[in-house]
């Protein structure tokens, strides 16, 4: 069943995704905007370990439970949060307020000690501290973003959380692989996106700026930013794209594109999570076959539980030494 649209929710948004995806699932994803969201956090390595903190949060009285699945993760329902919010646990930086959804683009890329990795898109830091909390103090993390006030945040951030030897730079990612070609050995894009997996139908403000051409601006900023991605990325190495967005011009779109841009030299690799928000990603899109590589992605439809997301794993199979073409 369909919920009841707020009068401002923007009916291109319908059209548009019922056309993708049929009627059932718009559906399931407006009820998702709709569903009081469990607030999910991760308990930050840099600063705490899981038994001390779960000790703490059961000190203070704080009704939540752990993941099965990852056990630095757990939730409170909607009506703990603000307790959560209070708690010396995150006054402290002991645990730090993270989507599950969101928490998954780093698991998934294989950061180990020993690594140098590249978060191509920062602020305000969520997954760059993930990262921080599985490298070793003396690895190379950069961390990039490209907007100045978002930029202070995410000093700031790191410093709070533990991982103030994380470098920081203010700068254009589209750039980067000029100034470090091949140079990475993990590479996160969680692009900046249309941010439509976080719609929610009683905040206004989380839909009100949303349009087509947004989302047509986001593409081309996402396109230019997984080329660099690709050549910063040491062939051998793993890159992983995430995105909150719905549309599949975001998601599947970026990754056709991608693969083909530099074909011979990328590859997915399958995303290992089992949830019931998981559906197939697309394999064709307005009428056109996209890349079967494209099974092994993650595409996650909004609940209760999570955001709405997407997840893409690649490997450099080998060196990418095209020209710039001159789109980008
Ligand atoms: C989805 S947010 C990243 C969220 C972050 N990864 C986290 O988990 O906290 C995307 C970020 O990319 C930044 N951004 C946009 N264009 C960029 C560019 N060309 N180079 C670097 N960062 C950019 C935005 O300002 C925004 O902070």
């Not at 308990?43 to 939540?64: E, H, Y």
Request: proline share 6%.
């Amino acid at each position: 069943m369909k919920p009841t649209l707020p009068v401002a929710f923007p009916e291109a948004f319908v059209e548009r995704y019922t056309s993708t995806f049929g009627e059932d699932r718009l559906n399931q994803i407006l009820n998702g905007f709709d569903a009081k969201r469990q607030t999910w956090f991760r308990i930050n390595l840099l600063k705490s370990d899981v038994a001390s903190t779960v000790s703490s949060l059961k000190g203070q009285g704080i009704a939540f439970q752990m993941d099965t699945e990852f056990p630095d993760a757990g939730w409170v329902p909607p009506e703990q949060r603000e307790a959560l919010l209070g708690s010396n646990a995150v006054a402290n930086g002991y645990v730090y307020l993270q989507g599950l959804a969101s928490q998954l683009p780093v698991r998934f890329l294989e950061v180990e000690p020993g690594l140098s990795v590249l978060d191509l898109a920062a602020a305000p830091g969520s997954k760059t501290l993930q990262i921080a909390g599985l490298a070793s103090p003396g690895d190379e993390i950069a961390a990039v973003e490209l907007v100045r006030k978002r930029k202070f945040k995410l000093l700031d951030n790191l410093k709070r959380h533990g991982a103030d030897h994380v470098r920081v730079f203010l700068q254009d990612g589209t750039k980067v692989w000029k100034y470090r070609p091949e140079h990475f050995d993990r590479v996160l894009l969680d692009a900046p996106c249309s941010s439509e997996g976080r719609f929610q139908l009683d905040d206004e403000s989380t839909f009100s700026y949303w349009s087509t051409s947004k989302v047509k601006e986001m593409v081309r900023k996402q396109r230019r930013l997984l080329f660099s991605a690709v050549h910063a990325l040491k062939p051998g190495g793993v890159l992983v794209y995430s995105t909150c967005a719905i549309s599949p011009d975001e998601n599947e779109g970026a990754v056709d594109h991608i693969l083909s841009a530099f074909e011979g030299c990328l590859e997915v690799a399958p995303i290992a999570f089992d949830a019931p928000e998981r559906v197939d990603a697309l394999l064709e899109w307005r009428n056109k076959p996209l890349s079967s590589q494209l099974s092994g992605a993650c595409r996650l439809l909004p609940s209760e539980r999570l955001e709405g997301f997407f997840v893409c794993k690649f490997i450099k199979t080998a060196s990418s030494n095209p020209p710039l073409p001159s789109r980008y």
